[in-house]
T-cell receptor
Framework: RKEVEQDPGPFNVPEGATVAFNCTYSNSASQSFFWYRQDCRKEPKLLMSVYSSGNEDGRFTAQLNRASQYISLLIRDSKLSDSATYLCVVNIPSNSGYALNFGKGTSLLVTP | DTAVSQTPKYLVTQMGNDKSIKCEQNLGHDTMYWYKQDSKKFLKIMFSYNNKELIINETVPNRFSPKSPDKAHLNLHINSLELGDSAVYFC?????????????FGPGTRLTVL
């Protein structure tokens, strides 16, 4: 079983739509959670950290459910510029401490 | 100004060759990382250095050797390149290496082994 699992999509949505991505992680010792965004042939960039209480940044809302080991990202009022791959990232104990583990990403395409 | 830079951006080489990728960050961060993103888009950590000291060394063949001459630089040397080494290699840095730190990624080096 993979450490971090995401639905790869693609999610094709019209502009203005609301779209939600889910992610599950397998290691209950994980402590930090993030969503990163990666545009085609570009580097990943932090979108937002995910806190236990849930957090919102403009049109983006992230939720964490530790009991279910589940993370979500909600994007409201989608823009064309939101088209990208969204990477769920979890820190997981490794043989040398903790290391960030990335999911394979969920691809989003927002269409006019 | 580029925060995390890598050279070269593209690298095409033959099997069996030895090559290096360089990374520099001008953010004043203490921790730097190397990641590999394969053709299936999985981004996986390879190494982490904090203040020139190796912190994380994931299960990576010993043909891969990172070198950190100072805390602003983390280079990756690869010996005896194999076809399976073809991937995009990303360098990243973060302030202290705490797991809540934001990691800033370089633009990537696309390595193709023929």
């Amino acid at each position: 079983r993979k450490e971090v699992e995401q639905d790869p999509g693609p999610f094709n949505v019209p502009e203005g739509a609301t779209v939600a991505f889910n992610c599950t992680y397998s290691n209950s010792a994980s402590q930090s959670f993030f969503w990163y965004r990666q545009d085609c042939r570009k580097e990943p960039k932090l979108l937002m950290s995910v806190y236990s209480s849930g957090n919102e940044d403009g049109r983006f809302t992230a939720q964490l459910n530790r009991a279910s080991q589940y993370i979500s990202l909600l994007i409201r009022d989608s823009k064309l510029s939101d088209s990208a791959t969204y990477l769920c990232v979890v820190n997981i104990p490794s043989n040398s401490g903790y290391a960030l583990n990335f999911g394979k990403g969920t691809s989003l395409l927002v269409t006019p | 100004d580029t925060a995390v830079s890598q050279t070269p951006k593209y690298l095409v080489t033959q099997m069996g060759n030895d090559k290096s990728i360089k990374c520099e960050q001008n953010l004043g961060h203490d921790t730097m990382y190397w990641y590999k993103q394969d053709s299936k888009k999985f981004l996986k950590i390879m190494f982490s250095y904090n203040n020139k000291e190796l912190i994380i060394n994931e299960t990576v063949p010993n043909r891969f050797s990172p070198k950190s001459p100072d805390k602003a630089h983390l280079n990756l040397h690869i010996n005896s390149l194999e076809l399976g080494d073809s991937a995009v290699y990303f360098c990243a840095s973060s302030q202290d290496g705490y797991l809540t730190d934001t990691q800033y990624f370089g633009p990537g080096t696309r390595l193709t082994v023929l």
